[in-house]
């Protein structure tokens, strides 16, 4: 299992970002995957799921402003995050099928300045 972050970066509050996760090494198409978020000093927690057939769900906190898509010919999901925060500053990382701990990428830092 290889999973790949990247379109992080700095942003000013109210900006955009789209976050990428390049998979391989499993059958991507039938694999919930899913994006969660490490702030400094915070435990890590699910941003939001999408799973094989494009069912997407999200945390209360991202909800309206955050949207999940996958390519399942290119083997990759797509995180695009509107109206940023700066409490949505964090590590994002991408999980495969909801092993947070064994199945995610090295991540990719958000940084949003009020």
């Known amino acids: 299992v290889q999973l790949v972050e990247s379109g992080g970066g700095a942003v000013q509050a109210g900006g955009s970002l789209r976050l990428s996760c390049a998979a391989s090494?499993?059958?991507?198409?039938?694999?919930?995957m899913s994006w969660a978020r490490q702030a400094p000093g915070k435990y890590i927690e699910y941003v939001s799921h999408?799973?094989?057939?494009?069912?997407?769900t999200y945390t209360d906190s991202v909800k309206g402003r955050f949207t999940a898509s996958r390519d399942n010919a290119k083997n990759t999901v797509f995180l695009q995050m509107d109206s940023l925060k700066p409490e949505d500053t964090a590590v994002y990382y991408c999980?495969?099928?909801?092993?947070?701990?064994?199945?995610r990428g090295q991540g990719t830092p958000v940084i949003v300045s009020s």
């Open positions: 999408i799973y094989g057939d494009g069912r997407t």
């Open positions: 999980v495969k099928d909801f092993r947070i701990s064994t199945a």
């Open positions: 090494g499993f059958d991507f198409s039938s694999s919930a």
